[in-house]
């Protein structure tokens, strides 16, 4: 949720297996088997590439223009949006890391919809879409936009009755390359089975994809409130200091950096289902 933890690109390599040419026998079958072929490939997209896409901005307001560009956001951003038919958008601000910085996540349903005009476009005009532009990088000191893959299989969010989450903690992880299993690894066997252990509120894996440096990961840990972070990390909550070291140590041999900050939903520019975010809580 944090800028940082978005910066990579995945290289992912799809082995599609190659046709023989048809024989006259098989002709007769031809149209079929041709119908046929992209649900085939379709069914090759496995891992990583198949999961959910999420589209990433981050980007650093003036101070002085925080309460004005909140103002803009309320009173142009999101009725554009929602008149072009985004259906919803989070709106992350960093609590504690760097000061005045806020995180659009909108799902990414598929690429090809970037080929045609933005969502701005689409609801204000080309004019119009300049104008705004003009307007809101009055706001903007700096912004960046990445893409990344929602990892259902690492992620863990526990189907049980809970307070919804008030804060998370982002751990961003860059892995050296050629140990993405080994970091795998460790959120299957090392930090799912603690935050099992503690009945936690969960956590959230993004990998990134498109937008900087590969191998990075970010493991979104969500929390009620600020005083749960009183009670220390979960894995050493869970095991003890002395294991927890132990995985610390293990990390230390294939995570070449992390960075944690703590970051909040902001309800009043978040949507969802053409609502504020707000009225679903």
């Known amino acids: 949720m944090h800028h940082r933890f978005v910066g990579s690109m995945v290289l992912v390599s799809l082995a599609l297996a190659s046709t023989p040419e048809l024989t006259a026998a098989q002709a007769p079958a031809a149209k079929n088997t041709a119908a046929a072929q992209p649900k085939a ?13 999420m589209a990433v901005t981050t ?21 554009a949006l929602r008149k072009a038919g985004v259906t919803e958008r989070t709106v992350i601000a960093t609590a504690i890391g760097e000061s005045f910085e806020m995180t659009f996540l909108t799902p990414l349903k598929n690429f090809a919809d970037r080929d045609g005009d933005s969502p701005i476009v689409k609801a204000l005009g080309a004019d119009g879409a300049r104008a705004y532009a003009a307007k809101n990088r009055r706001f903007v000191a700096e912004q960046h936009t990445f893409v990344n893959t929602v990892r259902t299989d690492l992620t863990y969010q526990p189907a049980r009755d809970a307070a919804p989450a008030g804060i998370a903690v982002v751990s961003t992880y860059s892995v050296a390359a050629g140990h993405i299993a080994d970091f795998e ?9 603690a935050h099992k252990q503690l009945k936690s509120g969960g956590f959230i894996v993004h990998q990134a994809l498109f937008g900087g440096d590969s191998g990075t990961f970010v493991v979104a840990v969500l929390l009620p409130n600020f005083a749960e972070l009183d009670k220390g990390p979960a894995i050493v909550r869970a095991y003890g200091p002395a294991r927890a070291d132990a995985i610390q140590q293990k990390l230390a041999g294939f995570v070449t950096h992390i960075e944690r900050t703590v970051v909040r939903v902001v309800p009043e520019l978040s949507f969802q289902a053409g609502r504020p975010m707000s009225d679903h809580e």
Do not use: C, N
């Open 41 to 53: 490939a379709a069914a090759k997209l496995t891992g990583p590439l198949s999961m959910p896409h």
């Open 59 to 79: 980007v650093r307001i003036k101070p002085e223009l925080v309460d004005e560009w909140m103002e803009f956001q309320k009173s142009e951003t999101i009725p």
């Open 185 to 193: 690894a460790y959120i299957k066997t090392d930090l799912t089975p």
